[in-house]
């Protein structure tokens, strides 16, 4: 005979219950948000390939484990299609990022990183989404376009260990933290990451700002995610 739980039903405004799942012994409850937050991709030609595709499905693994969609995934390019540092190519859905538009930028990491890095018109641009309050994240190697946009001066930062020295030049009056997997300044609104699936620990941190523990441990056990 099985255990029924009954578990208390909170009506919360900014929810509505749309599937109810077995899991195991436990009930797990969705809930559609009639909010969402935005979260712009720049993608360009030779970013490493982790750097994007792995924070992009983290973010859209937890709309579809929570059955909403939350988090509202934009990518923008500099062109319509950009090739990986490794080959494959990838698809700026929304367009220019001249256009875009989003509460969260995250720029990937990765050869092309140096482009990025000497385009004064994108540093501006960037410049500015910070300066309207938007949130500026850089995967792995990205750290270099933010210093380049001068968001890291006196300010702590983490990024690829091959890249550490080229940042301490750019930007030295930044502090360099090598024990953390990903590092906040600003007042949260600058995120750098280390190496390349730090980016992806990143997201799971920053995932525990909007979803509850219930939903980050059904994520990892959707992911298989086992550290």
């Known amino acids: 005979m099985g255990i029924w739980v009954i578990l208390p039903l909170i009506i919360v405004e900014r929810y509505s219950i749309i599937h109810w799942v077995r899991m195991g012994c436990f009930d797990y409850i969705a809930f559609m948000s009639d909010q969402s937050l935005s979260v712009g991709f720049i993608i360009f030609d030779d970013m490493e390939l982790l750097d994007f595709t792995g924070p992009y499905e983290l973010f859209a693994a937890s709309n579809e484990v929570a059955g909403d969609m939350f988090f509202d995934l934009r990518v923008y390019g500099f062109q319509n299609a950009h090739h990986c540092y490794r080959g494959p190519e990838m698809v700026a859905a929304q367009g220019h990022y001249q256009n875009g538009s989003a509460s969260v930028w995250v720029i990937p990491g990765g050869e092309g990183s140096k482009f990025l890095a000497a385009h004064p ?37 983490t990024t690829h260990p091959l890249v550490v020295e080229e940042l301490v030049e750019r930007v030295p009056s930044g502090k360099y933290v090598s024990d953390q997997p990903f590092v906040s300044a600003q007042e949260e609104r600058i995120w750098t990451t280390g190496a390349v699936v730090k980016g ?28």
């Open 121 to 157: 018109n994108f540093l501006e641009w960037l410049q500015t989404q910070f300066e309207a309050g938007h949130t500026i994240v850089s995967i792995c190697s990205g750290a270099r376009v933010l210093a380049a946009a001068g968001l890291l001066e006196s300010q702590p930062y």
């Open 200 to 227: 992806m620990e990143w997201v799971l941190h920053f995932l525990s700002q909007y979803r509850n523990d219930a939903h980050l441990q059904s994520l990892k056990k959707y992911l298989g995610w086992s550290y």
